[in-house]
């Protein structure tokens, strides 16, 4: 079969890409392995909500209409959202269609599925950045007794074994799952490495209200000064929930959830963490810090301050005196692992040479270095926002823009030498 554009993944990232190739006349198809939302209706926990409030979900054609514009959406809610896109802007998805490999062609590429081929001359890889769990090495030398699953595999507290949990990751998903266990009345103890604290409400607004209207989300790629950083830095440690409430360590802390270092080691059945906790957590508070900071002198910048509440700083992150640098994992506290130690793509399927080293795909915002191929929905793709919903939009304005201007290139090369 052939295409002008095959785009592959009909999570929201794809589906925006949809809506502007649509806009632009360029003939195109969606290759789906599962149905739209796939990872939304797979991937998640049942508790989990969105932490970007309604109304930060803006996709090319969309704006939140709803009557609780600040709310959270739950899973339910967010697959009908993107459901309901797809209808709306009539995505031509094929579900079901596994991408088995991408490959160059002569004037293009050749996608290979488990529903057929398709030869196109254009490709928007639109697979998501959390295809994996990302679960570190020391994870095989645990006691084979211990129990551990990842993020993506917790659906909720039922699932796991009565007696001690071990959360690893203290980011979003870290946070939210050892604060959901502890209430099913487990003792859980997090391991906190690199993370980065954020509170919901601030000066009586809430922080991505903040961040989307001071700019922090539009920070641009090629602006900031170390974008691989920036690219792997973790989510912030935000939840989204009815009462708005904080979820950082020192709620974690008060409801008596312990906290531990980074997770360094595991040997003769001990778990060694190292002694970083309140290096890590004194160096969240400031960059927290310096986040409000940038919010406050933007606030004075536009002449904010009289309407909302005045600037002040939280209490810093509190750390126990000595916490454990070693547990000992066989003496039956612990039953469960939960690697909440983030995300990483799978291209195991691209056989075209554009990974580096480190198996991530070589782009410049999202033009990746092989001639007409697009990669969309990666953090910090080519602004802050890029791997939120409210990302895709600009993201696929600028990739589609891009996308025309190749195919007319070709084309005029094509026509000069014929
Ligand atoms: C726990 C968690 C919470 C998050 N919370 C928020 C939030 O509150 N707000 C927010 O804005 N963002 C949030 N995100 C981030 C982001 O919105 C999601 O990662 C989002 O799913 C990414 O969208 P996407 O379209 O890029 O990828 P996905 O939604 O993952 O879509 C990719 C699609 O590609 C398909 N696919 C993959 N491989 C193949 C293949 N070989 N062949 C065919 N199809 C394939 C998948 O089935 C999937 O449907 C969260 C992410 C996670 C993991």
């Known amino acids: 079969m052939r295409v002008t554009t095959v785009i592959i993944g009909a999570g929201h990232a794809g589906l925006a890409m949809s809506h502007c190739l649509t806009a632009r006349s360029i003939d195109h198809v969606i290759l789906e392995r ?60 094929r579900t079901h269609t596994r991408v088995s490999s991408v490959g160059k062609a002569d004037d293009g590429y050749q996608v290979a599925t488990d ?8 490709v928007v890889l639109a ?24 993020a993506a595999e917790y659906r909720n507290p039922s699932q796991l074994e009565h007696g001690g949990v071990l959360v690893v990751g ?54 900031i000064d170390d974008i691989d950083r920036a690219r792997n830095v973790p989510s912030l440690q935000l939840a989204g929930s009815t009462d708005r409430r904080t979820v950082d ?21 001990k778990a060694q963490f190292s002694g970083s906790l309140l290096n890590q957590c004194a160096l969240s508070d400031l960059k927290m810090n310096r986040l409000l900071e940038r919010i406050d002198a933007w606030a004075t910048e536009h002449g904010l301050d009289g309407d909302v509440d005045p600037p002040h700083r939280f209490e810093p992150t509190r750390v126990e005196g000595s916490p454990p640098l070693l547990i000992d994992l066989r003496r039956g506290d612990f039953r469960t ?75 005029a090369r094509s026509s000069a030498s014929a």
Request: overall charge neutral.
């Open 34 to 93: 599962g149905e739209v939302a796939h990872s939304w209706k797979t991937e998640r926990w049942d508790s989990l909500r969105l932490l970007t409030p309604n109304w930060l979900s803006r996709l090319p054609g969309y704006s939140y209409q709803g009557d609780d514009p600040d709310g959270f959406r739950t899973m339910p809610e967010t697959i009908a959202f993107l459901e309901r896109y797809a209808q709306g802007i009539s995505a031509p998805v």
């Open 115 to 122: 529903q057929g081929g398709w030869q196109c001359r254009s």
């Open 127 to 150: 697979t998501g950045a959390c295809n994996l769990a990302s679960v570190p090495k020391v994870a095989d030398a645990l006691p084979p007794e211990i129990r551990t699953l990842t």
């Open 170 to 223: 203290a980011s979003a998903s870290g946070t939210q799952i050892a604060e959901e266990v502890h209430r099913s009345g487990r003792q859980v103890t997090i391991a906190v490495g690199e993370h980065i604290r954020a509170p919901r409400l601030y000066r009586g607004r809430d922080i991505k209200w903040w961040m989307d209207a001071a700019g922090v989300l539009d920070d641009r790629y090629d602006e």
């Open 249 to 269: 360590l020192n709620r974690l802390t008060d409801q008596g959830v312990r906290l531990v270092g980074r997770l360094a080691g595991v040997a003769d059945g």
């Open 337 to 411: 692992v939960v690697w909440a130690t983030g995300f990483r793509p799978d291209y195991s399927w691209l056989d075209v040479p554009v990974l580096d080293r480190k198996g991530r795909i070589r782009h410049d915002g999202g033009v990746v270095e092989s001639p007409g191929l697009y990669l969309m929905g990666i953090p910090f793709l080519r602004r802050r926002k890029s791997s939120l919903i409210d990302g895709a939009a600009a993201d696929a304005r600028d990739l589609s823009d891009h996308l025309v201007g190749y195919l007319d290139r070709q084309a």
